[in-house]
């Protein structure tokens, strides 16, 4: 168990503004959001999707060409629920009338989204209605807003790819192994899936009914809830099989833990204290490699104290000159003389086993990241609800993509690597947010296996204001997009592999569909009272709760019960909230994006951007102990 003085340290509030950093908006990629920029898109999107609704519902010449309440140029089966094309082109206007840049760019900006949007849609309708005259056959309303949906998140990702500032391509290792299986594996998980949704959609049960008619199906389709749900469970049943299967053995070899450290006196001597207790039980030998990242605090001094009282961390403490955890991290991979190694952040405490437990894991020979679960200190306002966070994308969705070799990044705070792996892989990207995401994706598609592993437990900051969860929510919203820039030639490759084909489009439509949950409640409300009830439409405020909130409730609930945190249901009210909340934020962090590249090639002046202080060398201090 983590020592009580240990956990009040990482507890105690931080001094305004000390959680940020040259990492919190990088300068070429992104700039600080000024406050009212997203209430401003949510006052443009609220009047454009009204507008739009009163026409499509009464204006009598739309009516006449659209008659099913939607941007809809051929005619489906059945009823309608949302017209979610309008709320997309809704969204699209609002969100480039706020993007960094003069009015010519947010113009071409929105042109571009909704061009596209349009000319796909008149596409997959004028598909339908040829499939429709020459074969008699019509694809539902349900499945073409859904198709529609889909189509948007993933445009509206895939253009702020193309225009956005974003890092430059850069190249790296590729290997074969596990592909072949690992595709198989996905394709057969999604096939019986599928299957499964469709005869349980389609087959009279009573529970089923039940659950339809109540707010937490609201009326919508099962096969909606099911699809992506039941794939993440089997994919966890065949995780729990192949754990067996595939059960470590002993191994302990030498390792190297980089810290890099930003103005953590604060917590700098717990991490060092709960580090030395892991130590003890470590069989090998246990080197702490220290960066200081130009602290303007005390942290070297307290740091040098603390490692005088430690017994079984041998340490060296560098100082980085240049601002950003990425030069800390590659200096301290620099100084790496064992095979393996792991990051470890300052507000990190690892649990007296994490050492044994994850360095095991190395025995496979293909093995090249392993990650474990973060645990909040708790006693702060976002603790319960980033408990149930972290057991649904660590615990349960993690494990997941790890049985189908799917893994996407394993978050740094405490995260263990091959250094053959690291290294070969360019180390840690420079000057964009989500270093520990990319080298984790780069060191899996050059054939090594990630690994995420619940028992491997460590206690982890929370942010314990709204200031500082929105700057920390910022860089991890941004990072999917730096990242998936940096490593294009991973996105839809010649030859396929589970993550650009299927892992990182689903993140970036995730992702776009997460900042557009926000607008998308509102339109939903305002489609309520706007709306024609003679139209047609199936839209209840239980299908709107539903829609949002219902499949939410159940994977978080299924990851909690199958981590066995069974306190953590007592926090469901709050993660819902949380959720929305982190919706906002993500929108936010897709607003934060600079756009100077795109205005340079509309031939908008840009002002050129500082490029920081420059490198001036490692300086190592008068600290270093052996054994």
């Avoid at 309708?125 to 949906?149: N, P, R, V």
Wanted: aromatic content about 12%.
């Amino acid at each position: 168990m983590v020592e009580a003085r240990q956990l009040d340290a990482l507890k105690q509030n931080l001094e305004a503004g000390q959680y940020e950093s040259a990492d919190s908006s990088p300068a070429r990629l992104s700039h600080p959001l000024p406050y009212q920029m997203a209430p401003r898109v949510l006052i443009i999107f609220m009047i454009i999707s009204c507008a739009l609704l009163v026409l499509f519902n009464y204006a009598v010449p739309f009516r006449r060409f659209f008659p099913d309440g939607d941007l809809l140029f051929s005619h489906y089966a059945g009823n309608y629920s949302v017209p979610l094309r309008l709320f997309i082109l809704s969204f699209f206007v609002a969100f480039a009338s706020a993007v960094d840049g003069s009015w010519w760019v947010r113009v071409a900006f929105g042109l571009d989204l909704v061009l596209s949007f349009l000319l796909i849609s008149a596409s997959f309708d004028l598909w339908h209605f040829l499939l429709g005259f020459y074969t008699g056959l019509q694809i539902s309303h349900i499945a073409a807003q859904l198709s529609s949906a889909l189509v948007g998140f993933l445009l509206f990702s895939l253009i702020l790819l193309e225009r956005a500032d974003m890092p430059l391509p850069n190249p790296a290792p590729r290997g074969s192994r596990y592909r072949l299986t690992s595709l198989v594996t996905s394709l057969v998980i999604l096939v019986i899936s599928a299957a499964t949704s469709a005869w349980v959609s389609a087959a009279d049960f009573p529970i089923i009914a039940n659950l339809r008619s109540g707010a937490l199906l609201g009326g919508v389709n099962v096969g909606i809830f099911l699809l992506i749900p039941l794939v993440f469970f089997l994919l966890n049943l065949l995780a729990s099989i192949q754990n067996i299967l595939r059960k470590p053995g002993p191994f302990a070899p030498d390792i190297t833990l980089i810290v890099p450290t930003f103005n953590e006196a604060h917590t700098v001597e717990a991490l060092i204290s709960a580090t030395d207790q892991a130590a003890r039980s470590y069989p090998g030998k246990v080197t702490m490699v220290l960066v200081d990242n130009s602290s303007t605090d005390d942290t070297e001094r307290r740091a040098r104290e603390a490692f005088d009282q430690t017994s079984s961390l041998a340490y060296e403490i560098l100082t980085e000159p240049r601002r950003g955890k990425s030069f800390a991290l590659n200096t301290g991979l620099a100084h790496v003389k064992t095979e393996y190694f792991a990051r470890l952040d300052a507000d990190t405490l690892v649990s007296p086993d994490a050492l044994v437990r994850a360095f095991a894991h190395f025995s496979n020979p293909h093995m090249g990241v392993v990650g474990g679960l973060a645990i909040p200190p708790g006693g702060g306002p976002f603790d319960g609800p980033r408990m149930i966070e972290i057991l649904l994308k660590m615990g349960y969705d993690q494990v997941a993509l790890g049985a189908c070799d799917g893994i996407f990044g394993i978050p740094g705070m405490f995260a263990c690597y091959r250094t053959k792996a690291a290294r070969d892989v360019g180390g840690f990207a420079i000057g964009l947010n989500g270093e520990d995401t990319d080298i984790a994706l780069r060191i899996g598609e050059a054939g090594y296996r990630l690994f995420v592993d619940p028992q491997v437990t460590f206690i982890s900051e929370v942010p314990r204001t709204l200031n500082h969860l929105r700057e920390q929510r910022h860089r991890w919203f941004r990072s999917i997009f730096h990242v998936t820039a940096r490593n294009r030639q991973y996105l839809f490759p010649l030859i396929p592999s589970v993550r650009g084909w299927f892992v990182i489009p689903y993140m970036l439509a995730n992702t776009a569909r997460r900042a557009m949950a926000m607008p998308l409640l509102l339109f939903a409300v305002s489609f309520l009272l706007l709306h024609d009830p003679a139209g047609g439409s199936t839209i209840t405020l239980a299908s709107v709760v539903a829609l949002l909130l219902g499949a939410p409730f159940l994977n978080a609930l299924l990851a909690i019960l199958i981590n066995l945190r069974f306190k953590a249901i007592l926090y469901l009210p709050f993660y819902i909230l949380f959720r929305m909340l982190r919706s906002y934020f993500t929108l936010e962090a897709l607003l934060s994006l600079n756009f100077r590249s795109y205005s340079a090639k509309l031939g908008e002046a840009v002002t050129p951007v500082e490029e920081g202080p420059g490198a001036s060398g490692v300086v190592v201090l008068n600290a270093y102990r052996t054994s």
